[in-house]
T-cell receptor, first 111, second 113 residues
């Protein structure tokens, strides 16, 4: 089955700096890669996703890149703000089996 | 706005008790899931269901069962609670195909003493 590895497990950045979180997956049939953000005490919520027919997607300060050949995808947050502090989960989905999540990255943005 | 509601935010149960965690969604989604969230282990899939009365085992089904008698409701059952089942439990639902957004409930923090 699918296996998703996520790095780093914790990340601290200064406000205004960029943050990058990386994930790898094992199942070449996976074709949907969402990212979820979980703020402290709240439920995970989708912030951005990418499908295998595109290599990059942007939404304001966040972007996701996908390299299907290498089976890895990354989340990029620019101009980080304190409200970006949260746990971020990547996931992979082949459409035939449920989402498989990475173990999460705790991002701390230091003002 | 999709709503996924879990019946309890916090629960404390005794070892050996039978525990029911309820989840209801209001968007007529076919797919529903139960995840367990532990620090450093991420979200691990316990059971999922693609339709009423259907259920499939996830990655960590041991010690759990599920029930889906109605499309909007998916219940997680701990037949005989143990201390190693102390955790945060998250329900999620997803409509259409599987390549769509998952909507999560607010979570139930279960403590087994």
């Amino acid at each position: 089955g699918e296996n998703v590895e996520q790095h780093p497990s914790t990340l601290s950045v200064q406000e205004g700096d960029s943050a990058v979180i990386k994930c790898t997956y094992s199942d070449s049939a996976s074709n949907y890669f969402p990212w979820y953000k979980q703020e402290l005490g709240k439920r995970p919520q989708l912030i951005i996703d990418i499908r295998s027919n595109v290599g990059e997607k942007k939404d304001q300060r966040i972007a996701v890149t996908l390299n299907k050949t290498a089976k890895h995808f990354s989340l990029h947050i620019t101009e980080t703000q304190p409200e970006d502090s949260a746990v971020y989960f990547c996931a992979a989905d082949s459409g035939n089996t449920p989402l498989v999540f990475g173990k999460g990255t705790r991002l701390s943005v230091i003002a | 706005d999709v709503k996924v509601t879990q019946s309890s935010r916090y629960l404390v149960k005794r070892t050996g008790e039978k525990v029911f965690l309820e989840c209801v969604q209001d968007m007529d989604h076919e797919n529903m899931f139960w995840y367990r969230q532990d620090p450093g282990l991420g979200l691990r899939l316990i059971y999922f269901s693609y339709d009423v009365k259907m259920k499939e085992k996830g990655d960590i089904p041991e010690g759990y069962s599920v029930s889906r008698e109605k499309k909007e409701r998916f219940s997680l059952i701990l037949e005989s609670a143990s201390t190693n089942q102390t955790s945060m439990y998250l329900c999620a639902s997803m409509g259409g195909g599987l390549n769509t957004e998952a909507f999560f409930g607010q979570g139930t923090r279960l403590t087994v003493v």
